[in-house]
């Protein structure tokens, strides 16, 4: 069964971390990603400053939004945990 399209000006995202686990989201274009990866390591119980988030190997910043990488329904981003220490 098809999914609906999504309302214009939003669009559903995944974030899929190392172990492969996806969490899906469903944002506006403007949304910030600092707001989605709040809410990401907030469900996923990780703190904040331990995780970077990529999008076709580039760091995603707080500051993105889909518009400004021009995200599309349906992608991908990356969450990679941070190695501390050594």
Do not use: W
């Not at 949304?31 to 988030?53: E, H, I, M, P």
């Amino acid at each position: 069964e098809a999914k609906p399209e999504p309302k214009a000006g939003s669009l559903e995202i995944k974030i899929k971390d190392q172990q492969e686990n996806e969490t899906f989201f469903k944002i506006k274009k403007h949304t910030k990603f600092g707001k989605v990866f709040d809410a990401y390591c907030d469900r996923q119980s990780l703190a904040r400053n331990t995780v970077r988030f990529l999008f076709e190997g580039t760091r995603v910043q707080d500051n993105d939004t889909p518009e400004s990488l021009d995200l599309e329904d349906g992608d991908m981003i990356q969450a990679m945990l941070e190695q501390v220490g050594g």
